[in-house]
């Protein structure tokens, strides 16, 4: 019986360092992915390609896009006026909050964009785009039936390995591209908490589409809403 035990518990031990060294692999390639994705893009096509942009939805609230969602709509304009693609898709989701009001992402994204100069024939919506899967899947439906690609996509920092990973997953050819100055990414603990929660939905993302097909915005509005209020602690702290 002991020497049953012992297995055991030398299993579990095994297994215990496994995981822990898996996390660690998968904590430095979202690490790795979001440095690569501050550098300059680099975008590679054949003749008759049309490269785009395509905007990750963030968070919106009655006045508008949130801070993190204008840096990326900021970065997008930017990646624009170089003249890298010629369209920008905006991707997001809508959602009820408590006063009844209806928040929708892609509507605000579009709006900021027009008013800071980026001309409405220039902006597209892709939807839908709840979540990363829904908006990468929008980009392959796109790309076959406009013919749209390479894409450039567009979201915070650490983000990037997420898109990259279901991008490859769907057969889309994409670069990633993030602004320096996402407010998230620059408050360190409001940084490790999105860093950690990416590297859970990694993970959930690599799990079989019968499981992950149930993700539903308001499941993860927790894990939008927390770093958003570490943000609002940490300002009012200083």
């Known amino acids: 019986m002991s020497a049953v035990r012992g297995h055991a518990r030398g299993a579990a031990l095994a297994a215990t360092v496994v995981g822990i060294g898996a996390g660690v692999v998968l904590v430095g390639r979202v690490v790795w992915a979001e440095r690569q994705a501050l550098r300059p893009p680099k975008l590679t096509g054949g003749p008759g390609d049309r490269a785009a942009i395509v905007v990750f939805g963030g968070q919106t609230e009655p006045t508008g896009p949130s801070e993190e969602l204008v840096s990326r709509l900021s970065h997008a304009q930017a990646l624009y006026e170089q003249g890298l693609a010629a369209t920008i898709v905006v991707s997001g989701g809508s959602v009820v909050d408590d006063e009844g009001r209806t928040l929708d992402e ?68 994409v670069v990633v591209s993030c602004p320096h100055d996402s407010p998230e990414t620059l408050v360190p603990r409001v940084h490790r908490v999105r860093l950690l929660s990416e590297v859970v939905a990694t993970v959930y993302y690599m799990l079989p589409t019968l499981v992950t097909s149930r993700i539903s915005t308001s499941a993860g509005t927790w894990r939008h809403s927390i770093p958003h209020r570490l943000a609002r602690m940490s300002d009012q702290d200083r």
Do not use: F, K
């Open 106 to 173: 892609a509507a605000d994204m579009t709006t900021w964009l027009v008013e800071h100069g980026v001309p409405a024939h220039a902006v597209m919506l892709g939807l839908p785009g709840d979540n990363t899967r829904q908006t990468v899947a929008t980009m392959a439906r796109i790309t076959r039936e406009i013919g749209l690609r390479p894409w450039l996509a567009v979201s915070s920092p650490y983000h990037a390995r997420r898109i990259r990973d279901e991008a490859g997953r769907a057969g889309v050819d």
